[in-house]
């Protein structure tokens, strides 16, 4: 999984200063002579702090930055040395992302039967500060219309998982609703961090309008909330 852009990445906090002076005690000890004590502080750098403060904010996303820089089949591995605090902690992170929305209109092969056909595909993006993208909870909706009336409106849920420990819980509301010239699509799904046996996460929406011109909007958004 990765967790945002390069320049996000540059920018992410990462092991507290906590841990750095523990490593530093550490490493201060083998140059006394205990030769064993270098590989230890080298694992020490290299691995996340379990050690972690989870009434500190960046102390627990620093703890989520460095565990994602490690192979995937390991993060649930570090999860089991946290405390039940330590895992509530990075489940609020995931409950209360902040939320971005784009539009993307894609081109479709047109019909000889008079209707326009209309691809329109939302995403929402929620994102922990510090770190970057957890979840897409995504929208691809289609339509045809002719200026008069719309048929075949139809949506289709997809979804990214970007961050550690991030889950996909399943599809809560899949409904179209329409009169013949406009329609509401409303799209919802749920998504948690799942961490070592604790959860925290909540409920996405994307709700949209389209006619029968071709408008479209994209009408409320709600991002997760345990």
Do not use: C
């Not at 290299?46 to 009434?55: A, H, I, S, Y």
């Not at 994602?68 to 609020?92: F, M, T, V």
């Amino acid at each position: 999984m990765t967790g945002g852009n390069q320049n996000e990445r540059k920018n992410r906090p990462k092991k507290s200063r906590r841990n750095i002076l523990k490593v530093a005690g550490v490493t201060a000890a083998s140059l006394v002579g205990v030769s064993t004590m270098g590989s230890v502080s080298a694992q020490s750098r290299d691995g996340p702090d379990t050690d972690f403060n989870p009434k500190n904010r960046d102390e627990v996303v620093g703890f989520l930055n460095d565990v994602d820089e490690k192979p995937e089949e390991q993060h649930q591995e570090y999860a089991k040395e946290l405390s039940k605090r330590q895992k509530q902690a990075i489940g609020d992170l995931y409950a209360n992302v902040e939320w971005e929305y784009s539009t993307q209109t894609e081109g479709v092969v047109k019909t000889q039967s008079g209707y326009e056909p209309e691809k329109e595909t939302t995403t929402a993006t929620g994102k922990v500060l510090g770190f970057g993208p957890v979840y897409d909870h995504i929208q691809i909706l289609e339509w045809e219309h002719n200026g008069d009336e719309y048929r075949n409106a139809d949506q289709t849920l997809d979804y990214n998982l970007k961050g550690p420990f991030a889950t996909f819980k399943g599809k809560t509301k899949d409904e179209i609703d329409g009169n013949g010239y406009e329609f509401t699509a409303t799209l919802k799904a749920k998504y948690a961090a799942s961490i070592g046996g604790v959860e925290r996460g909540g409920e996405a929406v994307i709700k949209t309008t389209g006619d029968a011109t071709g408008d479209f909007a994209v009408d409320k958004k709600k991002a997760p909330t345990g």
